[in-house]
């Protein structure tokens, strides 16, 4: 019983301002704020309002019969939030059904597993925090920035506990072998790779609106003959592209939300076939051998390699200049400077530098730069002021530093200074109190209290003459005292 895999990328890059030598050191403004609201606007009215609508009416009326994956890079769910939270809302209600499962990536959208591990697995461990936050599930299903791959990425997101992992179906990889199966990478037993079916892919992102093209117009009940047609050599079919192709790649007057209400019907009619969520498939469906993929591939429609971004010397130069910055940047921990470090790391910014014969830009996805040399020098612009940020906020961090080790070295010496100048005072006090006692005059006795005066003795009474004594007799003269002499 054949799966059916619907998976859609959705990201949007920070697209940077014209940014010339006369702005470095002067203005650390490197995004165009307004190309990048009014692009994101008219993508929300176009493609992920209108789209995300539809689908939740296929699930409503399908329920737990219709199931699609969405890959939602950090840089897009940051301009939701800041342009259009409207967006996210509707990803969130698709998220509350139950049928749609939400894949782990870089969060700004990087190649930072070719330059840096530890970068690589902060991007991906802080996005997954972030999917769960948003739309309450952990993520268990990978999908790289451009579906870049190899197995020693395999073995890494198996450490990290993934155990599903998107890839692109290269014939130059599968040989002989069908991209409508379950591998196992090299050296990562747990993890199973599922393998984009190119051509049913292209189909829709490339070739639906090509009038040119031997089966236009592209129905419903033609793709599903398609897909029905593959019963006998199926256990998974893989179909992945830019959530763009709805409404913008395709607009809606090329029928390509007809064609997608129609679609699921379509292939329920043939009960052998269901649609599936990665996570859900790799719970059921085995892998059916080992897949070795020693070099770097990608979805790149010409050579299914890097080189439509990492082809040039101006590309390789850019993103080495880069990723030299990475330890810098986080030994600093500055949000800002690490928001702008992380932003810059999209592959999109490498993409416009592309000179892989002037590669043509999907018109949903136009260079925002006349050539890539313009491209070239606005990024190595906003590369020289945010190392000249990086290097002035190292040096005011070293001037905090040699600060705080002179204050603690100051701390202790004024320490032992307060306990000496302690100790001196201690043993100073007595001595001082005793000069202070020996200076100070000696207390004066209180004056005793005053007597009081004598009161005078009333004079005494003469006694009463004898009786018979006669009145004329003379007073006897006193007597003489002893010692008196004589006269």
């Known amino acids: 019983m054949p799966a059916l895999c619907l998976c859609y990328e959705v990201h949007e890059p920070y697209r940077l301002r014209r940014y010339t030598v006369f702005d470095m050191g002067q203005n650390s403004i490197y995004e165009d704020d307004d190309k990048n609201c009014d692009i994101l606007l008219y993508t929300a009215r176009a493609c992920y309002l209108p789209m995300n609508d539809l689908l939740l009416k296929l699930i409503r009326r399908f329920g737990k019969d219709f199931k699609v ?20 809302e509707s990803f969130q209600a698709l998220a509350a059904t139950g049928s749609v499962e939400f894949a782990c990536e870089t969060a700004p959208h990087s190649f930072s597993f070719l330059y840096s591990k530890p970068e690589f697995v902060r991007q991906v461990e802080d996005h997954a925090k972030r999917i769960k936050r948003l739309f ?19 073995v890494a997101l198996g450490e990290l506990g993934y155990k599903a992992v998107m890839a692109e179906g290269a014939d130059h990889v599968l040989g002989w072998r069908s991209p409508n199966y379950l591998y196992s990478p090299i050296d ?10 190119i051509r049913l892919s292209t189909d829709l992102g490339r070739r639906f609106s090509d009038q040119s093209w031997d089966q236009w117009p592209l129905t419903a009940e033609k793709y599903a003959g398609w897909i029905h047609s593959l019963a006998g050599d199926a256990e998974v079919i893989n179909i992945f592209n830019d959530y763009h192709v709805f409404g913008l790649r395709n607009t809606r007057e090329s029928g390509i939300f007809a064609f997608m209400e ?73 949000p800002d400077i690490t928001r702008d470090f992380e932003r810059l790391q999209s592959s999109d910014h490498f993409h416009y530098m592309s000179t ?69 005072k201690a043993k100073a006090a007595p001595e001082k109190e005793k000069a202070a006692a020996d200076k100070k005059p000696a207390a004066r006795k209180p004056a005793p209290p005053k007597a009081a005066p004598a009161k005078k003795a009333a004079p005494k009474k003469a006694p009463p003459r004898a009786a018979g004594a006669a009145k004329g007799t003379k007073k006897s003269a006193p007597a003489k005292k002893s010692g008196e002499k004589k006269a």
Request: overall charge negative.
């Open 356 to 424: 892989k014969w002037f590669t043509a830009h999907a018109p949903d996805r136009p260079n925002p730069f006349p050539s890539p040399y313009d491209a070239y020098i606005t990024y190595m612009n906003v590369l020289s002021d945010l190392e000249m940020r990086v290097t002035a906020a190292e040096a005011e961090r070293e001037l905090v530093d040699d600060v705080e080790k002179m204050a603690r070295k100051i701390t202790p010496a004024r320490g032992e200074a307060k306990k000496s100048e302690g100790k001196t």
């Open 262 to 334: 129609a679609l699921p019907d379509r292939i329920l009619a043939n009960r052998d076939f269901h649609f599936s969520t990665p996570a859900e498939a790799v719970k059921k469906l085995p892998s059916v051998g080992e897949l070795d993929v020693p070099d770097f591939m990608s979805w790149d429609y010409e050579g299914r390699d890097l080189t439509a971004w990492l082809g040039n010397d101006m590309q390789k130069d850019a993103i080495h200049t880069l990723y030299k910055m990475t330890d810098r940047v986080h030994a600093l921990g500055a």
């Open 69 to 88: 994956c969405f890959s939602i890079s950090g840089t897009a769910l940051d301009q939701f939030e800041q342009y259009a939270p409207e967006v996210l």
């Open 136 to 154: 309450g599930k952990k993520p268990v299903t990978y999908r790289n920035a451009e579906l870049v791959y190899n197995n020693a990425m395999g």
């Open 188 to 197: 990562a037993p747990k993890v199973k790779l599922f393998l984009r079916n």
